[in-house]
């Protein structure tokens, strides 16, 4: 029997390590320090990551607000690409300006740098509103002797850089003043392509003869929140460490250190957009005159899980997490109770705000359902900060469980979908998984009728393409109550010189790919892209926009995907292949097979192995397949594995028996140039038209 193409493949590069490497390899960014920037200011980085930086021209960032400048980077000379290679940048670490708008929104953002090698992966940099200092140096405050005073409030840019390493601040504190110090350190990480060990900070803080009057460990998720009343005046320190006394050089951090209103939870946490929401909060320098808290919604505010902060009488707090929502707003009423019986009334739609007060409390709330209907229960909870990890269940009410979630892909946020068997009340409940409850136990239930719609996602995040060269993208759909028609995908933001094949998912499949192209005499260029999709459903038009994932490389050599807020292009300088295909259609009868042949031409003097292929594939596992159903790739008799003089392969399509009719889906071969065992440059080509006729068509030839 013949390995399956992804064990030859993977065989290949361990075997021999020589072909793993690309002629060019895109930045992979690993830090950026100092890792927060203040609003109002503008601020020099310096980007740290593998690849090559050298020739580094732009920088892009996510969003309003931010604006970045590569320093003594490279000017991309017009139809010259090879030219921006000019300008000795230091293989590796590049520096740049971003400036930062008063108004920025706060939080994390995301910056890309674009090279001749390509477009970068992402890059993390915290908009905060308070002075940002850096660690002034990472070996000098590793004692509680020499730590480095903080002068508050300040937002301090640190590294935990290498093992046992322990970072110590001192500070001053005034008799009954309450600080509190919080971080932004592993919820940076998860969107670092090659970060496969991740840092899990503890705060500690300690009186000047070395006790230890409090610790926190995890607050918003692994990161750490503390708040302490000190008794006394005098100056304290502050420590901050890995869990495990590990460190690792791209193991940043922002901890704030402030004196100021700090909320720890809020009730509501659903808001409308456009409106004005009064809030209870809890937490650090709160007036306890002030019983509630006002904040006028921008009416722009985009739905989900946004950072806002809150006006108070003793200022403004840090940026909390609030749900924007489109939906009728509602309160648990007291404390919803467990009895079927006595469940809260609740009319849908609704955004419900709610907690869990004690441990083992679980809210019900009783609505009711028309037989037939499919309706959408969700709760937003960790995504919203709260420490509930949310169960969700439907009962009747005789208490018979008929649908239950824990978790959703990606989320600990659970998240059904559920069709009402009878005319009759029903309850929906939220608990948590492990019984917990009290402060910060908050969630917000999402409860209507369920829509016909689609949600997209698409793969890889970045696309880096030379003049001439192709490369696919991959879009995938999913489908929701009941919404089973074709998807249309729009690009927007493209180059001059660059196209998008066109692309329409049928209702059959689920996913797709459109294969992106530059034209020979393409320029330098980089850019921000939207790729979105739109659908006729209930006779209008529906659009959503597709959520990039990122390549994750994870630990032992798999590929993980994480999805990021940005999807970028580069036009880059001369691609190490180019890739074609023929025919340019394919008419694939059903039981029988066709044959794709395959030329690949090496540019740059580029003599290591190509893998072809037409799923993306790695380790065994399928991350998108673009081929109808009921086709595969025949093993026997196909060449997709290349050696380092060769330049023509074949594909083989089979199609079974009962494969069902398609009209002209693209496919397209693509071209593997690996950077690493897990990493690849896939360049792709033109698409190729796939047509399986009727039977009826079939029998009539």
């Known amino acids: 029997m013949p390995r399956p193409h992804w064990i030859a493949a993977a065989l290949a590069l361990l075997l021999a390590p020589e072909l793993a490497r690309a002629q060019t390899s895109y930045p992979m960014l690993t830090r950026v320090t100092p890792t927060a920037a203040r609003r109002g200011e503008t601020v020099e980085i310096t980007i740290v990551g593998g690849g090559r930086f050298d020739g580094a021209w732009q920088l892009l960032c996510e969003g309003p607000g931010l604006a970045g400048t590569v320093l003594d980077g490279a000017t991309p000379?017009?139809?010259?690409?090879?030219?921006?290679?000019?300008?000795?940048?230091?293989?590796?670490?590049?520096?740049?300006?971003?400036?930062?708008?008063?108004?920025?929104?706060?939080?994390?953002?995301?910056?890309?740098?674009?090279?001749?090698?390509?477009?970068?992966?992402?890059?993390?940099?915290?908009?905060?509103?308070?002075?940002?200092?850096?660690?002034?140096?990472?070996?000098?405050?590793?004692?509680?002797e020499s730590a480095q005073a903080l002068e508050l409030p300040a937002v301090v840019s640190g590294l935990i850089g290498k093992t046992e390493d322990v970072d110590w601040y001192s500070f001053s504190a005034t008799a009954g003043q309450t600080l509190t110090f919080s971080v932004w350190a592993n919820r940076l990480e998860n969107k670092i392509h090659d970060l496969q060990t991740h840092f899990d900070p503890i705060l500690a803080i300690?009186?000047?003869?070395?006790?230890?009057?409090?610790?926190?460990?995890?607050?918003?998720?692994?990161?750490?929140?503390?708040?302490?009343?000190?008794?006394?005046?005098?100056?304290?320190?502050?420590?901050i460490r890995d869990t495990t006394y590990t460190g690792n050089a791209n193991w940043t951090y922002v901890l704030h250190a402030t004196g100021g209103p700090v909320a720890t939870s809020l009730f509501p946490l659903a808001v409308n957009p456009?409106?004005?929401?009064?809030?209870?909060?809890?937490?650090?320098?709160?007036?306890?005159?002030?019983?509630?808290?006002?904040?006028?919604?921008?009416?722009?505010?985009?739905?989900?899980?946004?950072?806002?902060?809150l006006p108070t009488e003793r200022g403004t707090t840090l940026p909390v997490p609030l749900l924007s929502t489109p939906l009728p707003l509602a309160l648990e009423v007291g404390d919803a109770p467990a009895e079927i019986e006595k469940g809260q009334a609740v009319s849908l739609p609704v955004a419900l705000s709610g907690r869990l007060l004690e441990p083992n409390d679980i809210d019900t709330y009783r609505f009711d359902a028309k037989k037939g209907q499919i309706y959408a229960f969700?709760?937003?909870?960790?995504?919203?900060?709260?420490?509930?990890?949310?169960?969700?269940?439907?009962?009747?009410?005789?208490?018979?469980?008929?649908?239950?979630?824990?978790?959703?892909?990606?989320?600990?946020?659970?998240?059904?979908?559920?069709?009402?068997?009878?005319?009759?009340?029903?309850?929906?409940?939220?608990?948590?998984?492990?019984?917990?409850?009290?402060?910060?136990?908050?969630?917000?239930?999402?409860?209507?009728?369920?829509?016909?719609?689609?949600?997209?996602?698409?793969?890889?995040?970045?696309?880096?393409?030379?003049?001439?060269?192709?490369?696919?993208?991959?879009?995938?759909?999913?489908?929701?109550?009941?919404?089973?028609?074709?998807?249309?995908?729009?690009?927007?933001?493209?180059p001059k010189g660059v196209t998008a094949s066109p692309l329409t998912i049928p209702a059959n499949m689920t996913q797709g790919v459109s294969v992106v192209s530059a034209a020979s005499d393409a320029a330098p260029a980089a850019a921000l892209l939207r790729i979105s999709g739109q659908a006729e459903i209930a006779g209008k038009a529906h659009i959503e926009t597709a959520e990039p994932k990122q390549e994750i490389y994870l630990p032992g050599g798999g590929r993980g995907l994480y999805p990021v807020q940005t999807i970028a292009?580069?036009?880059?300088?001369?691609?190490?292949?180019?890739?074609?295909?023929?025919?340019?259609?394919?008419?694939?009868?059903?039981?029988?097979?066709?044959?794709?042949?395959?030329?690949?031409?090496?540019?740059?003097?580029?003599?290591?192995?190509?893998?072809?292929?037409?799923l993306l594939q790695h380790l065994g596992g399928t991350f998108a397949n673009p081929l109808p159903p009921g086709v595969s790739i025949k093993e026997a008799g196909?060449?997709?594995?290349?050696?380092?003089?060769?330049?023509?392969?074949?594909?083989?399509?089979?199609?079974?028996?009962?494969?069902?009719?398609?009209?002209?889906?693209?496919?397209?071969?693509?071209?593997?140039?690996?950077?690493?065992?897990?990493?690849?440059?896939?360049?792709?080509?033109?698409?190729?038209?796939?047509?399986?006729?009727?039977?009826?068509?079939?029998?009539?030839?």
């Open 77 to 144: 000379p017009a139809g010259d690409p090879k030219a921006m290679r000019r300008g000795g940048r230091t293989s590796g670490t590049v520096k740049a300006s971003v400036t930062i708008a008063p108004d920025a929104p706060l939080g994390p953002r995301e910056i890309r740098v674009a090279t001749p090698q390509g477009i970068s992966s992402v890059g993390l940099i915290v908009v905060v509103d308070d002075r940002v200092v850096t660690e002034a140096d990472d070996a000098a405050n590793d004692r509680p």
């Open 206 to 239: 300690h009186d000047a003869q070395g006790r230890e009057l409090a610790v926190d460990d995890n607050h918003d998720f692994a990161d750490p929140l503390l708040s302490y009343k000190f008794k006394d005046a005098g100056t304290y320190r502050l420590q």
């Open 274 to 309: 456009g409106t004005s929401a009064v809030f209870e909060a809890r937490g650090a320098n709160l007036d306890a005159t002030q019983k509630t808290l006002p904040l006028e919604i921008p009416a722009n505010l985009k739905p989900g899980v946004q950072l806002m902060a």
């Open 378 to 494: 969700e709760v937003v909870a960790r995504r919203a900060g709260t420490a509930t990890d949310p169960v969700l269940r439907i009962v009747n009410l005789k208490n018979v469980t008929q649908a239950e979630a824990d978790d959703s892909p990606g989320s600990k946020d659970p998240r059904l979908e559920w069709t009402a068997p009878a005319d009759e009340s029903y309850a929906v409940q939220v608990l948590d998984l492990h019984s917990r409850g009290g402060e910060g136990f908050g969630y917000v239930l999402l409860a209507e009728p369920a829509t016909p719609g689609f949600s997209l996602s698409c793969d890889p995040d970045k696309l880096n393409l030379g003049p001439g060269a192709r490369v696919p993208l991959f879009v995938q759909v999913a489908r929701r109550a009941g919404f089973n028609g074709p998807v249309a995908i729009a690009w927007e933001g493209l």
């Open 569 to 614: 292009l580069a036009v880059t300088t001369e691609s190490d292949i180019t890739v074609e295909a023929t025919p340019a259609a394919l008419t694939l009868v059903p039981g029988k097979t066709a044959t794709i042949d395959v030329t690949v031409t090496r540019h740059n003097g580029y003599n290591k192995g190509v893998n072809l292929a037409i």
């Open 638 to 701: 196909s060449k997709t594995l290349l050696g380092p003089t060769e330049t023509h392969g074949k594909i083989i399509l089979e199609a079974k028996p009962d494969a069902a009719p398609c009209d002209k889906t693209p496919v397209a071969v693509m071209g593997h140039v690996s950077i690493n065992f897990v990493v690849k440059t896939a360049y792709s080509s033109a698409p190729i038209s796939l047509t399986i006729p009727p039977k009826a068509s079939q029998a009539s030839k």
